[in-house]
């Protein structure tokens, strides 16, 4: 670490300097409190799989020589909640490593990544992923990787949460591209909105158990988003559905 060299420096400096210096012990100690909080989130969410597992085992213990219905539900059971918790720590690493996230920018038609993405996604769930109208041509300067793992993401959630057709609609403003994927779906209350991009926030616990959430998604597209200097925001109506928009600066 370097040391600061104090010889010599005004009063006005030295003012300037200890306003400074409180500045940085303010960041860090917010810096401090946020990863406290995210390590103790961790560790509670990871215990909800891990609870399951050591029940599942215990039944198993105890029954699955006896009862082959058991058995198979129990190794069914300890299959997904394993699946889940890797899913769930390969978020949290890539959510604790996001501070220096680096992007590997290039251009491209934004049209073409995102038909890509929307075909890998009708693909593996046989769901409707259409375009609402004819795309523009718009070129982005973005990490293509990264956005396909936000369109991922978003599309996935819509999936999630809808039964329907699911639409998506490119626009440009004349600083933005907008990509908004659209559901009628069960749709976000109001007073949840605001905090769906928090770290494991989930609007309903129980059916985002069964759906396999970790309430990490939408906070990873965010940084995602916000690394390239861009930002995602969302209308929702409670029943009818939602629209996640991406917004990304055009050059
Ligand atoms: P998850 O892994 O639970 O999907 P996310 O961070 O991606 O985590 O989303 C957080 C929560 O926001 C979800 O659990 C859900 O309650 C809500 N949500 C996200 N997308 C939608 C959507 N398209 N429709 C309704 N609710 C949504």
């Known amino acids: ?3 600061l060299h104090l010889e010599g420096k005004s009063k006005d400096e030295l003012y300037q300097l200890g306003i400074t210096f409180n500045h940085m012990m303010t960041m860090l100690e917010e810096n401090y409190y946020k990863q406290e909080q995210f ?3 961790a560790s509670h969410e990871l215990k909800t799989p891990l609870t399951a597992i050591e029940s ?4 198993l213990k105890r029954w699955g020589m006896k009862k082959p219905e058991v058995l198979e539900e129990s190794v069914d059971a300890i299959y997904a909640e394993a699946l889940r918790m890797r899913e769930m720590t390969q978020q949290m690493l890539e959510l604790a490593s996001d501070g220096n996230q680096r992007l590997d920018k290039a251009s491209f038609q934004a049209a073409d990544l995102i038909e890509e993405s929307m075909k890998t996604m009708r693909r593996a769930y046989e769901r409707s992923i259409e375009w609402q109208a004819t795309p523009p041509e718009v070129t982005v300067l973005a990490d293509a990787s990264k956005l396909k793992q936000v369109l991922f993401i978003l599309l996935d959630n819509a999936i999630k949460f809808s039964d329907t057709k699911i639409e998506v609609a490119l626009s440009e403003t ?3 591209l907008g990509i908004a994927i659209n559901d009628h779906g069960v749709g976000i209350p109001d007073e949840d909105i605001a905090h769906v991009f928090e770290r494991f926030y989930r609007v309903d616990k129980a059916r985002s158990r069964k759906t396999g959430g970790t309430g990490l998604g939408l906070s990873i597209a965010q940084r995602i988003i916000a690394a390239h200097g861009g930002h995602i ?3 929702s109506t409670q029943g009818e559905g939602t629209t996640f928009t991406i917004w990304l600066p055009t050059e």
Not at 56 to 59: F, P, R
């Open 1 to 3: 670490f370097q040391r």
């Open 39 to 41: 390590v103790s989130d």
């Open 56 to 59: 599942y085992a215990t039944l």
């Open 174 to 176: 004349n600083s933005h």
């Open 233 to 235: 925001d969302v209308q």
